[in-house]
């Protein structure tokens, strides 16, 4: 008997057909390796820079928000040092992430988004080109390799995980954070 043909028949009683449907995910979730191997799950903030795409632990994100209206310019800050902004009483540096690494600034366009870190001691908003929204993996997917990146930043990642043909790198904010170039934001 077709399977839709089944749940078409529970049509008039909602509750068994939300029994059923429950029962098949279980089922199939069951029956796929990757669930089997590692029930645990990562969850990232997935983001553009340029024409790459990365991964960022959701733990070390407060928040994502668009451009801030005002961004006050630093006197003797560094090119990739957008400026300061007022975010809910707190100043935070706006940092152009893509600058920073040496691959020229980022446009503000209606996708450009700032990726508030979520670090103690070391308040920054991350401008990158878009964000994509959260990307779930099976820790299994996860591999410490460091995959090769178009942006050479390879010293603030911190592994990938493969899906299929997709490599999806890992950015260490608290890498990036408390590096020395990082913390030396003066310009020279």
């Not at 990726?115 to 993996?137: C, K, S, T, Y």
Request: proline share 5%.
């Amino acid at each position: 008997m077709d399977g839709s043909f089944e749940l078409r028949s529970l049509r008039e009683r909602p509750f068994d057909l939300l029994r059923e449907l429950d029962r098949r995910a279980r089922t199939a979730a069951q029956g796929k390796p990757e669930a089997a191997a590692s029930g645990a799950e990562w969850v990232g903030i997935a983001f553009r820079l340029g024409g790459e795409a990365f991964l960022l632990a959701r733990e070390e994100t407060r928040e994502v928000m668009g451009y801030p209206a005002t961004v006050t310019r630093v006197p003797g800050a560094k090119g990739w040092i957008r400026g300061l902004s007022n975010v809910r009483g707190q100043l935070m540096p706006i940092v152009d992430l893509r600058a920073f690494l040496g691959s020229g600034a980022t446009s503000a366009t209606r996708a450009t988004r700032v990726l508030v870190a979520n670090h103690r001691e070391i308040p920054a908003g991350l401008l990158v080109d878009e964000v994509m929204g959260f990307r779930r993996f099976y820790e299994s997917e996860f591999s410490a390799d460091l995959p090769p990146t178009l942006l050479r930043c390879e010293r603030y990642l911190a592994g990938a995980f493969k899906r299929g043909a997709e490599v999806w790198p890992v950015f260490s904010l608290r890498s990036l954070l408390e590096s020395q170039p990082f913390l030396q934001a003066a310009a020279s």
